[in-house]
């Protein structure tokens, strides 16, 4: 199609396209794909969604890598239920990318180790908040203690805060694009084929 995209028509070059946008999201905080709204269910059956920054990507495990607090509500969520769904939106290209599979939480490992250790004390500060994310409070908040208010904790200070501090982990199976384009809108999915290892993908009506 004139003028199009050169993956407007294309499946296997959509697939590089959403995998691209994906990956920017968790090397760049100006990515759209850096903030998703991940969405869990809850213990009532209804659905619960948050924005959440994408740290980092493993696209051999199909996995997106999430930090938060231990205490949130979204880890009742998913010890109940682990399906869960991230959702992005990339403005610039008008594509929406909607992945679904499941998730795990991880307090203590290797991997919570190394991503604590990969943050910075601003970043762990939000970890040392003394009432759990979601609590009622009496007064305007932001939780933290009044010492680290408005500055940046030494490695001392921030140490205790490592036990509110979890990674989410989500394995996604599918993965589900739509391209807005005034020539004509392009839909399409690929799922993910545990019998051969591979992404099998196909179009659908937008
Ligand atoms: C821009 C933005 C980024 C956020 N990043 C995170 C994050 O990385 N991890 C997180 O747990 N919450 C993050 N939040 C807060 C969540 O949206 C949510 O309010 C919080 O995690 C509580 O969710 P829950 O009660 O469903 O567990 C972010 C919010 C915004 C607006």
């Not at 001392?156 to 490592?162: L, N, V, Y």
């Amino acid at each position: 199609m004139t003028g199009e995209a050169a993956f407007y028509d294309n499946l296997r070059l959509s697939f590089a396209e959403a995998r691209r946008l994906i990956e920017a999201g968790s090397q760049s905080r100006h990515a759209a794909a850096h903030h998703p709204v991940v969405a869990t269910i809850g213990a009532d059956g209804s659905p619960r969604q948050r924005v959440m920054i994408l740290r980092h990507v493993d696209w051999a495990e199909r996995r997106l890598r999430f930090h938060t607090d231990s205490r949130s509500t979204k880890i009742d969520d998913l010890a109940n239920k682990s399906a869960a769904s991230v959702l992005i939106y990339d403005p610039e290209p008008k594509i929406q990318l909607r992945l679904s599979g499941s998730a795990i939480v991880h307090w203590e490992g290797a991997a919570v180790d190394a991503a604590w250790r990969q943050s910075t004390n601003f970043a762990r500060r939000c970890y040392l908040a003394e009432h759990a994310p979601g609590m009622v409070v009496e007064q305007p908040t932001s939780g933290l203690p009044e010492w680290v208010e408005g500055r940046q904790p030494d490695d001392a200070e921030i140490a205790p805060a490592r036990d509110n501090f979890a990674i989410l982990l989500f394995t996604f199976d599918s993965l589900e694009w739509l391209y807005l384009a005034n020539s004509g809108h392009r839909r399409a999915r690929w799922q993910w084929d545990s019998a051969v290892a591979n992404w099998h993908g196909f179009w659908l009506a937008p």
